[in-house]
């Protein structure tokens, strides 16, 4: 079956532009996870939806950061003020309630110049 | 909080030696232990998970992870290493309390030579 789709795959954007990362997750699955992925920091964490509750966003690094669930399928993660900081992998995941393990998408490459 | 540590960013083994990839944990409930591996360009897939029950636990590929509690350890193992298995590896805990949300190791990577 389809997997945890991710677009675009690659997003080159200038410094201060505003980008939109969008994550397609696994029907079924009520819960979706953002991680960011780079050279210094390693895999961490950036916000959890699960259900109709409210998401967990503790991870998000600054309020430049957002994310939202539509209709709880499709995320779209926003950046705003693009800052080369930003430059990272960002991987989409999702996961059944309660399951313990997450499938991933092949992730949005995200480069700012 | 959770922490995860592998202990060598950088492994290098020979075609048909063992792999051994050393991961500890930290977690003040009982852990949901996980190891993914990732292939260049591509997004991260589970090799194996514990969540309870039987502590040596069984993946794709080859590989075994035994979850030690006294340890505090989940250590990876493959008994031949095939050229298919050079990629990132990475440990990973989670608790259900967290929502299942991941905590990650700073990976490793495995070189084989022929």
């Known amino acids: 079956g389809a997997g945890v789709s991710q677009s675009p795959s690659n997003k080159v954007t200038e410094k201060g532009k505003d980008v939109e990362l969008r994550c397609d997750p696994i029907?079924?699955?009520?819960?979706l996870y953002w991680y960011r992925q780079s050279l210094g920091q390693g895999l961490e964490f950036l916000i959890y939806f699960q259900g109709n509750s409210a998401p967990d966003k503790s991870g998000l690094p600054s309020d430049r950061f957002s994310a939202e669930r539509t209709g709880g399928s499709v995320s779209t993660l926003t950046i705003q003020r693009t800052q080369q900081e930003d430059s990272a992998v960002y991987l989409c995941?999702?996961?059944?309630?309660?399951?313990?393990?997450?499938?991933f998408g092949s992730g949005t490459r995200l480069t700012v110049v | 909080a959770q922490s995860v540590t592998q202990l060598g960013s950088h492994v290098s083994v020979s075609e048909g030696a063992l792999v051994l990839l050393r991961c500890n944990y930290s977690?003040?409930?009982?852990?949901?232990l996980f190891w993914y591996v990732q292939y260049p360009n591509q997004g991260l897939q589970l090799l194996l998970k514990?969540?309870?029950?039987?502590?040596l636990v069984k993946g794709i590929n080859g590989f075994e992870a035994e979850f030690k509690k006294s340890e505090t350890s989940f250590h990876l193992t493959k008994p031949s290493a095939h050229m298919s298995d050079a990629a990132e590896y990475f440990c990973a805990v989670s608790d259900k309390a967290a929502g299942n949300k991941l905590t990650f190791g700073g990976g490793t990577r495995v070189l084989v030579k022929p």
């Open positions: 029907s079924g699955h009520t819960a």
């Open positions: 977690s003040s409930v009982p852990p949901y």
């Open positions: 514990y969540t309870t029950g039987a502590t």
């Open positions: 995941a999702s996961s059944l309630e309660g399951g313990g393990s997450s499938s």
